[in-house]
């Protein structure tokens, strides 16, 4: 059973404390011993700095943990990085496997947010804390919004296209709508390129320096885009590229049993916007760079197929820049595509 909280003093005492976040408000659930504290506010300004002022004046110093979810909890994560509070921002599906693990399925946003207040204690594998800056979550927002505007004008492209062949075929003349139609989407395309230009603009304002971009700007097929978001989107602490791999959703499944083994495919779990400008800057490495081409022929002849040889060369590339990002290298083509025997594994 879970207490009502009337003030945000009893959340000072807990040792965890979860959120579910949703557009309009936060749940907001603190584990105390055996007791259990709840509360809901809006997702505004005045609401969550007032809960994070009283948790860092309270002497609250443990995690908080919420999910990442689109972009209504970054609001939340800048404010509790500003008052210094430890905010840990997860996946989805991570807490996915502990509300299943419950006997009861009863589904509520303070159930919700109780199961990720336990996550402070039970949970091994949650990530750092982000400590959002103004200028990430701008990034962050631009780069969503240059996502969705992507993916609204291939569909509206593909669309106008297939229906232009169609009149095209019977023999009609374009009415003023689908004129109107074409500059729409000419306008929706200079607007996806002013957005492309003030996101790189942001990447120069980013924490890290010009080096770092100068030396991702190296590697095969990395655009000025590419590099920003590569630079940006990634945890730098982590202790292997795997991690990196599975952020962009660029690992591959595996399916076994006993001998059976089936055939494995990427997960997509990761960052979307951020995979399909890696499958892109493979593809342009493979059309402008001899070394990459010729690991793409090698690929191509040891039985891949086109879209297969793009994504490992995608994650290829990943991993050098992990190289280049944490351990501090530079970019060798000597060494990145010294070995050409195709590992089956990749």
């Given at each position: 059973?879970?207490?009502?909280?009337?003030?945000?003093e009893p959340f000072c005492r807990c040792t965890g404390l979860g959120?579910?976040?949703?557009?309009?408000?936060?749940?907001?659930?603190?584990?105390?011993?055996?007791?259990?504290?709840?509360?809901?506010?809006?997702?505004?300004?005045?609401?969550?700095?007032?809960?994070?002022?009283?948790?860092?004046?309270?002497?609250?110093?443990?995690?908080?943990?919420?999910?990442?979810?689109?972009?209504?909890?970054?609001?939340?994560?800048?404010?509790?990085?500003?008052?210094?509070?430890?905010?840990?921002?997860?996946?989805?599906?991570?807490?996915?496997?502990?509300?299943?693990?419950?006997i009861r399925k009863t589904k509520t946003d303070s159930i919700d947010?109780?199961?990720?207040?336990?996550?402070?204690?039970?949970?091994?594998?949650?990530?750092?804390?982000?400590?959002?800056?103004?200028?990430?979550?701008?990034?962050?927002?631009?780069?969503?919004?240059?996502?969705?505007?992507?993916?609204?004008?291939q569909r509206l492209t593909q669309s106008v296209n297939a229906y232009?062949?169609?009149?095209?075929?019977?023999?009609?003349?374009?009415?003023?709508?689908?004129?109107?139609?074409?500059?729409?989407?000419?306008?929706?395309?200079?607007?996806?390129?002013?957005?492309?230009?003030?996101?790189?603009?942001?990447?120069?304002?980013?924490?890290?320096?010009?080096?770092?971009?100068?030396?991702?700007?190296?590697?095969?097929?990395?655009?000025?885009?590419?590099?920003?978001?590569?630079?940006?989107?990634?945890?730098?602490?982590?202790?292997?590229?795997?991690?990196?791999?599975?952020?962009?959703?660029?690992?591959?499944?595996?399916?076994?049993?006993?001998?059976?083994?089936?055939?494995?495919?990427?997960?997509?779990?990761?960052?979307?916007?951020?995979?399909?400008?890696?499958?892109?800057?493979?593809?342009?490495?493979?059309?402008?760079?001899?070394?990459?081409?010729?690991?793409?022929?090698?690929?191509?002849?040891?039985?891949?197929?086109?879209?297969?040889?793009?994504?490992?060369?995608?994650?290829?590339?990943?991993?050098?820049?992990?190289?280049?990002?944490?351990?501090?290298?530079?970019?060798?083509?000597?060494?990145?595509?010294?070995?050409?025997?195709?590992?089956?594994?990749?």
């Amino acid at each position: 059973m879970m207490n009502k909280a009337r003030t945000f003093e009893p959340f000072c005492r807990c040792t965890g404390l979860g959120i579910d976040v949703s557009k309009a408000s936060l749940a907001v659930v603190g584990v105390e011993g055996e007791t259990v504290w709840r509360m809901e506010i809006a997702n505004i300004v005045e609401a969550i700095e007032a809960l994070a002022k009283s948790l860092s004046e309270g002497g609250y110093r443990h995690k908080v943990v919420c999910e990442s979810t689109g972009h209504y909890h970054l609001l939340l994560g800048l404010i509790m990085a500003r008052h210094g509070l430890d905010l840990r921002i997860i996946n989805p599906l991570q807490s996915s496997k502990h509300q299943q693990s419950r006997i009861r399925k009863t589904k509520t946003d303070s159930i919700d947010a109780y199961v990720l207040a336990t996550m402070c204690e039970t949970e091994r594998d949650l990530p750092a804390a982000p400590h959002l800056q103004p200028t990430q979550v701008l990034i962050r927002l631009k780069q969503g919004q240059l996502h969705a505007l992507d993916k609204q004008l291939q569909r509206l492209t593909q669309s106008v296209n297939a229906y232009a062949e169609t009149y095209a075929q019977l023999g009609l003349e374009s009415s003023a709508s689908a004129v109107a139609l074409q500059q729409g989407i000419a306008a929706l395309k200079a607007t996806k390129r002013h957005l492309q230009k003030e996101l790189e603009a942001l990447f120069a304002q980013g924490e890290h320096n010009d080096v770092d971009m100068a030396k991702l700007r190296a590697v095969p097929g990395f655009s000025p885009m590419v590099a920003g978001l590569v630079s940006t989107a990634f945890d730098r602490q982590a202790k292997s590229d795997r991690s990196w791999v599975a952020y962009a959703g660029l690992d591959v499944s595996i399916r076994e049993s006993g001998t059976w083994r089936g055939r494995g495919k990427l997960t997509k779990r990761g960052n979307s916007f951020l995979r399909k400008r890696l499958y892109c800057a493979a593809w342009g490495a493979v059309m402008n760079y001899d070394e990459v081409r010729h690991y793409y022929d090698t690929l191509k002849a040891a039985g891949r197929n086109h879209v297969e040889a793009l994504c490992i060369i995608a994650r290829k590339l990943l991993r050098i820049a992990y190289t280049i990002l944490v351990k501090g290298k530079e970019y060798d083509p000597a060494l990145a595509f010294a070995r050409q025997i195709v590992d089956k594994s990749l």
